[in-house]
């Protein structure tokens, strides 16, 4: 098993090579370690009643904030690519997912849930599917290959009605998301209580996760003008007790224009080096889950080996003290039987059956016993025969009872786990630390990693 997994996976490995990245590449082998239908880490663990979740090959990053904040205008300026419609007017009436693939593409609600399985759950908020989009690009500008990017609608006060809860499903996605990037426009709805409202509720759970901009800044009017709208957004923010803290930091960015230059300082690159870190941090963490997993079914391999060992074992014994009672139950009545059978007998017939001195061994052993049987009435006798019987008949209930034993691996069996146990140990383990050390090489040097 473990030598054509080995041959396999470096075919794999090494089809996948070209033009990846070096992060990309990790992130697809550790996805393909645990979806191979045949060896992968989810198919060995289900065999031992462990369930694992693959993790993802690319990090997921949404945007929220109130309308016409630049969230398009963003996901356009990192791919390079026009993919997003922006505008004064509300463009983004859903949630459009932009995503790198091979070919241009366009998928609806449908096609949207199909590709990503794990965002299924949405379907169950009433109004979402019909509003669910998928744009594919073929761009690998910065590290757009390892991002999904999840374009959320503008949030707007008032009389506008959204066709689902867009609240909750802000809220819903905060919870699968990686990253979450607010952006504050400077033109007046920064300051939209329900993205304060829903920026306030992803902050009780997700606090290490979001991020907060302030966009567009070069229509901010001066420097001047920019710290007021700056000062009035981190006075409504600070309001909320969950966003007061220490360390809040609120970078100005803007989409660059070279036909418009600004004085404004631009810290858009900011938001670049951020989803840079969250990529670096899903890396690592992919690698520490593929250990930990890698660990647990190794545990529960060894558990399962260990337990069928002492199954085995008590099997034994109930077998052995099944036999035992059953032996006993059927010797009482054979005693007993032989007991009368030797009384009816006369003493010529048992000295030429055994011999004078038989005869006489086997006379000073019965005696007791026949002493007593002569001291018993008739029905007293007949009393303790009955009470021989069923005390046999006990026994021999007994020994069915205990006999039953519990079911065990078979040769086959057996041999499969511990097939499974060597590809984990020195298959998976060891493909696990030749990816940590790419990553690491990436960083420092074979000298600072001790190779």
Partial sequence: MSGKIKSR????SDSITGGVSCDERILRDCHELYTDPDSGLITVA????VKLLPPRKKITVLLMGNHSAGKSSFINWYVEEHIQRTGVAIETQGFSFVTSGRKRESLTGNATLHLYPHFKPLQEFKGVSEYLSTEICTSRQKRFSLVTFVDSPG???GDMKYPFDVDEVILWLGDLCDLILVFFDPMGQALC??????VESLNEKHGDRLRFYLSKADEAGGESDRQRVMMQIVQELCKRPGLNKCGFDMPTIYIPNPNKPSRCVNQIEEVCRTIEKTINQTVQNTLNSLERDCELIVEAIADKLSNDRQTTVENRRARCKSC?????GFSVPLALMAFLLLGALSQDLLEAALGREGTEALSLYLTPAVKVFD???VEQRLYGCAGLVLLSFLLLIIARFIFRTQPTLSTKQKRQLQEKLEYVQEVVKTKKKKLYEDYLRQSVSDHDMGL
């Avoid at 035992?324 to 006993?328: D, E, M």
């Fill in 9 to 12: 996976s470096a075919a794999n």
């Fill in 46 to 49: 289900e065999s031992v009643s």
């Fill in 155 to 157: 949030l707007v006060d």
């Fill in 193 to 198: 209580k329900r993205t304060l409202n829903i």
């Fill in 324 to 328: 035992f009672l059953t032996l006993l």
């Fill in 375 to 377: 001291s018993l009435s």
